[in-house]
Structures are given as structure tokens and as C-alpha cells.
């Protein structure tokens, strides 16, 4: 399948116009507009690293992953090429905690390392998920965790998503969390997308929020 083709089916899948588009399974476990604290549940991602800016690590990282589940692997079974359904969001991190902060303002246009995964619908395990042919492309499992997320709509550039990082960090505080993980993007929808009906999230793993015990009643 050419590269051209691949990327279309992919966007259009990822867009929803071909079939439904699974998301990570996770428990709601607290919401205070636009934020949410949600326990997911365990999964299997792809992921590559890329370097480049924000912008050319995200596309040259979508790119390598949408080869991978369209084609460019091998069934652990029967050696054959397999498709693999498209997911969301599409999720780029940087291994840098300043690069989705105001202290980075350049992070649109830095080189810098960065992670973009795409997680695998569930009918999958480690053992029945086609391996990649492609050895910059790697799948590994995560376990359950929790994570502190922001919504938000519009565009996702460098100034919108380091406003809204800092925003999320400020909640984290306040809800006395603490933090495990660099801020992750979670984005949703294909480029074309009207910016007011655009789905975008910044995502920051935590550590398993701290339950009061509840007060002696005994009279």
C-alpha cells in the first residue's frame, strides 16, 4: 500500500468516517470542569521516537505508526500483513519537563526528542498484536494508572498547549497529587477539522490520589 494512501485511510478512520474510533477505557474518578482525574485501565501502545520540532516530530511519528498498523507488520501466527484498526487520540510527549511550559516558548520550533503513540484496540494482547516490521516502531504495555487531565478545544500550538500545561499543573497542586510523568498531547481529530469542534487534552500520569480515612462514628 503507498505511503499516500495509507495516510488518507488513516485520517479518515481516525476522523470517524469509516468506522468508530476506540478510545483508552478509564474510570472517572474526579471532575471539576475542564479538568478530570481518571484511572485508566491497562493497555498495549505503539509508540517511536522521533526529533524535530513540535510540529515535524508529530507528523514524522503519526507517519511511522500508521505504516506500522496498515500494512508494515507481521502476524505472530501466520506471518502475514495485518490491519490494525485506527484509535485516539494520537499522543505526542516529550521526555523534557520544560517542553510544554512558558519557560520553552520555542517549543514549536527546538529540536528536541520526542514519543508519539497511538494506543491498540483491545482485542489485543502483547502475544496476538502484529509485531512491527518497522524496528523504530515498538509496542509495550502499560499498567493501570492514574492521570490528570485537561480538555480543551481550538488549535494545539506551542503558547495554547503551554497555557493549558500550566493550568493542569496548578490543579495537580491543588488537588495535592503527585506528579509521575512530562505533560503528554492528546489530540483527537484530523487537521481539517473545524478549531471549535476540535478535541484536544494534555494528559499528566499521577500517583494514586490519597483516600481520607473516614472519621470515627462510634458513639
Known amino acids: 500500500m503507498k505511503l499516500t494512501t495509507i495516510i488518507l485511510t488513516a485520517i479518515m478512520m481516525h476522523s470517524g468516517l469509516l468506522m468508530a474510533t476506540e478510545e483508552p477505557a478509564f474510570t472517572l474518578i474526579k471532575q471539576s470542569e475542564p479538568f478530570e482525574l481518571r484511572l485508566y485501565a491497562p493497555r498495549?501502545?505503539?509508540?517511536?521516537?522521533?526529533?524535530?520540532?513540535?510540529?515535524?516530530?508529530?507528523?514524522?511519528?503519526?507517519?511511522?505508526?500508521?505504516?506500522?498498523?496498515f500494512g508494515n507488520n507481521q502476524h505472530p501466527s501466520s506471518g502475514e500483513a495485518e490491519n490494525i484498526?485506527?484509535?485516539?487520540?494520537?499522543i505526542l510527549q516529550s521526555s523534557s519537563v520544560e517542553a510544554f511550559t512558558t519557560s520553552n516558548p520555542?517549543?514549536?520550533?527546538?529540536?528536541?526528542?520526542?514519543?508519539?503513540?497511538?494506543?491498540?484496540?483491545?482485542?489485543y494482547n502483547l502475544e496476538s498484536l502484529p509485531k512491527p516490521n518497522n524496528s523504530a516502531v515498538t509496542v509495550r504495555s502499560l499498567p493501570a494508572s492514574y492521570a490528570a487531565v485537561m480538555r480543551f478545544s481550538g488549535f494545539s500550538g506551542a503558547e495554547t498547549v503551554a497555557k493549558n500545561?500550566?493550568?493542569?499543573?496548578?490543579?495537580?497542586?491543588?488537588?495535592?497529587l503527585s506528579v509521575l510523568s512530562t505533560a503528554q498531547l492528546a489530540r483527537y481529530n484530523p487537521p481539517w477539522t473545524l478549531p471549535f469542534m476540535r478535541r484536544n487534552e494534555i494528559i499528566i500520569e499521577v500517583a494514586a490520589p490519597i483516600i481520607a480515612a473516614p472519621e470515627n462514628t462510634a458513639p
Not at 484498526?85 to 494520537?90: D, G, I
Open 106 to 123: 520555542a517549543s514549536d520550533g527546538s529540536e528536541q526528542a520526542w514519543q508519539v503513540s497511538f494506543f491498540m484496540p483491545s482485542q
Open 85 to 90: 484498526s485506527m484509535t485516539a487520540p494520537v
Open 165 to 176: 500545561t500550566q493550568a493542569l499543573q496548578q490543579w495537580i497542586q491543588q488537588q495535592q
Open 44 to 69: 498495549i501502545i505503539a509508540e517511536t521516537a522521533v526529533s524535530g520540532n513540535m510540529k515535524k516530530a508529530s507528523s514524522s511519528g503519526f507517519k511511522a505508526i500508521a505504516n506500522f498498523i
